[in-house]
């Protein structure tokens, strides 16, 4: 069943939601052959890998590759980044032309790279900045503009503020990632941040951290709040999840299916060479269900042509799958 509703779940300003399962934003991951997958299975908003600002103004044909979408991916969210108030704004003038539905401010990458130049998460430092920069981008773009953040930082935890000032000035929506800077995948995440954020500001909040399973969606909107719940890793490999299936509910009829429209995709969307090449990270979770042995892992990720991979696919019905045996 497709976790999407009859009736809008929330609103983006004007534009209707529906659906409480978010694909989120994924730097190498939530490109357009993976993204329009999960639209297709229930994910309510299509968000774009993030672009750099300078690279919108000074390098378009290099990093316009990332806002391509499908007319069907809509929502579809643009997502940038910099730590330059201007280049944003010029920017985001610059990409409405290609008609996304809103355009989100990236303000939780966690990257050392990009956060200590004071992008990212690292703008949540700068209060200041970031009403600067979304009053401005309010006043000039006839799109509605978001935000994703993080906790802040380990010294700096000013989630709420940062909420309260996209808000009064004019952000339509926040997603929030419950953990800091600092926050790695060992720390747990902290839903509670999510529900302060939900009961700080009147516009919705995205609950992100630690979705693992479809109950997980459920449980997490009744504990925080929130309106919508956004899935990285967990559907990696399992992109099922927004039409409410966990892997383990999941067939190898299925999971073959998917795997050889995966690749047509990216085969369309890249050529044969690169779109084989970047198709490689996603068999890694794809297969990570089935006691598959070293010699198999090799071969298929090893493989050049679509013939030779759909030749290696078929052989994915001698192993036994993970979940079978945990059940016995």
Not at 245 to 266: P, Y
Request: hydrophobic share 40%; glycine share 8%.
């Amino acid at each position: 069943m497709n976790r999407s509703t009859k009736s809008p779940t929330f609103y983006v300003d004007k534009i209707p939601i529906y659906g409480d399962a978010i694909l989120a934003p994924m730097m190498g991951f939530s490109d357009e052959p993976f993204r329009s997958l999960c639209r297709e299975l229930g994910s309510s908003i299509s968000y774009t890998e993030f672009a750099r600002a300078e690279g919108l103004i000074h390098n378009m044909r290099r990093v316009s590759e990332k806002l391509i979408y499908r007319e069907s991916e809509r929502p579809v969210a643009f997502q940038i980044y910099s730590n330059d108030v201007d280049y944003m704004v010029k920017a985001a003038i610059k990409i409405q032309e290609l008609k996304p539905d809103f355009i989100d401010i990236n303000m939780g990458c966690p990257t050392k790279s990009v956060a200590n130049s004071g992008a990212g998460v690292g703008m949540m430092r700068t209060p200041l900045k970031v009403a600067r920069l979304f009053k401005k981008l309010s006043q000039v773009l006839d799109v509605p503009i978001t935000a994703k953040i993080r906790m802040g930082w380990d010294d700096c935890q000013n989630y709420k503020l940062i909420s309260r000032i996209v808000e009064e000035n004019g952000g339509s929506l926040i997603a929030i990632h419950g953990r800091t800077r600092e926050g790695g995948r060992e720390r747990p995440v902290n839903w509670d941040v999510i529900g302060e954020v939900k009961q700080t500001v009147n516009i919705p909040v995205i609950g992100n951290g630690d979705v693992k399973t479809v109950a997980d969606v459920a449980k997490m909107r009744a504990y925080t709040g929130c309106d919508g719940v956004m899935i990285g890793r967990a559907a990696m490999g399992n992109p099922w999840v927004f039409s409410g299936k966990d892997r383990a509910e999941v067939t190898l009829d299925q999971v073959r299916l998917m795997m050889v429209e995966h690749l047509e995709r990216n085969l369309l969307f890249y050529g044969e060479q690169l779109g084989i090449n970047l198709f490689r990270k996603h068999v890694v979770h794809y297969i990570s269900a089935y006691q598959t042995t070293r010699r198999f892992r090799r071969e298929l990720l090893t493989r050049e042509t679509k013939v030779e991979f759909l030749g290696l696919l078929d052989e994915l019905e001698k192993f036994p799958s993970r979940f079978e045996e945990s059940a016995e």
